[in-house]
């Protein structure tokens, strides 16, 4: 299933082209509607988001807000092992993201100078949870913990309600684990309108951040600028480094856990051996018709499944490098060895006994990564997600007086002489 290829320089280029072709363009009729959804949002706030919830829920609700005891009863309806398991997850993750924390800093110089940075965190932020069949207890910790760990003084949480008017009770418990301050039954574009404009009863947030359909992602990239967001994702993507001493079992394995995201889903395999290469093969056939989601592995592997057979590890990381994965494991006898030579990517899983799952659910590292190459230039989801950083400065009198002139003469040349007036008028 997985389509072989040589290294050449041209097969790199067309790589990262098809790659990257995954990534569809905004439909415009689709943005149309989006944008339309937002501004009756912006214009009769909670009016719009009911009729919406109707509309596209085929739920007729009376009030947005969760309340607590639905909460606490969502506990007796999920299993004691599924709490258990979740709440362990909590703490590895809270964990992780505890040594992320930013400090600021002061230092002091000459004459009465000192400068430093402050660290804020950011002061309300949204959380979009999807719901229904697709729901994902694990990013409501990915999203929410390191947030509490930052600071954020207040984290709300939207989510599509199910049609007896509830939320997915697996939701219900991880947003309680996490910490969650409040609950609103709002799911689809209208949901992040009311996040990024505020309505009567959803206050309005500095950054939503959380997982989408086609419809959330569009509404995000429309709103950001008057809030931020996390990232737009693109389907998701594994890449696997193995030599001669991985274990083709393992492999096949963990790239299908991938392709069973989606159709557009791509799973790399880079290796130096052309033997691993054709036992994984002969894994992933026997695997795949065991597993549920077979005709979506199927169809991802067929459209996205390659391999690569390399001359050494160094053309193996080289590769790597280059696509800029969102996640890749290093099976090889040292895997250790080669983390140094990784520039990009978005998450590393290092050794035969870290699959990618163990991030994605208990490990304590974040699954919110980038994708589609953006591994170049952006970082998974963190503490710094939800911190704003700022600068200060005192002169003193004597300070001013020693380095004014030089201040004066710099905003003089660029021709802003209020400027130069400003530092003037305190040396008189």
Known sequence: MLRLMELTEKNKTSLIKELKE???????????????????????????????????????????????????????????????????????????????????????????????????????????????????????????????????????MVTPPSKDGGINPYIAVAAKISGIDKIYKVGGAQAVGA??????????????????????????????????????????????IGDKNANPKYIAADLMSQAEHDKLASSILVTTSMELYKNVENEIEKQVEELERKEIIKASLKNFGIAIVCNNLKECIEISNILAPEHLEIMTENPMELLGEVKNAGSVFLGHYSPEPVGDYFGGTNHVLPTNGTARFFSPLSVDSFIKKSSYLYYSEEALKKHGEKIILLAQKEGLTAHANSVKVRLN
């Open 22 to 156: 995954r990534e569809k363009e905004d439909d415009l009729e689709v943005v149309a509607r989006v944008s339309n959804i937002l501004s009756k949002v912006k214009k009769l706030g909670d009016k719009a988001l009911l009729s919406f919830t109707k509309e596209f829920d085929g739920v007729d609700l009376k009030t947005l807000e969760v309340k607590s005891e639905e909460l606490d009863n969502a506990f007796k309806l999920v299993e004691k092992e599924f709490t258990n398991a979740l709440e362990e997850a909590a703490l590895n993750i809270k964990e992780y993201h505890e040594n992320q924390k930013n400090r600021g800093y002061i230092f002091n110089k000459e004459d009465g100078v000192y400068m430093g940075q402050r660290v804020i965190p950011l002061e309300k932020v949204g959380i979009y949870v999807p719901g229904g069949t697709a729901a994902y207890p694990s990013s409501v910790l990915m999203n929410v913990i390191p947030a509490k760990v930052a600071g954020v003084k207040e984290i709300i």
């Open 195 to 240: 996040l990024a404009y505020g309505t009567e009863t959803i206050p309005k947030v500095d950054k939503i951040v959380g997982p989408g359909n086609m419809f959330v992602a569009i509404a995000k990239r429309l709103v950001f600028g008057k809030v931020d967001i996390d990232m737009i994702a693109g389907p998701s993507e594994i890449l696997v």
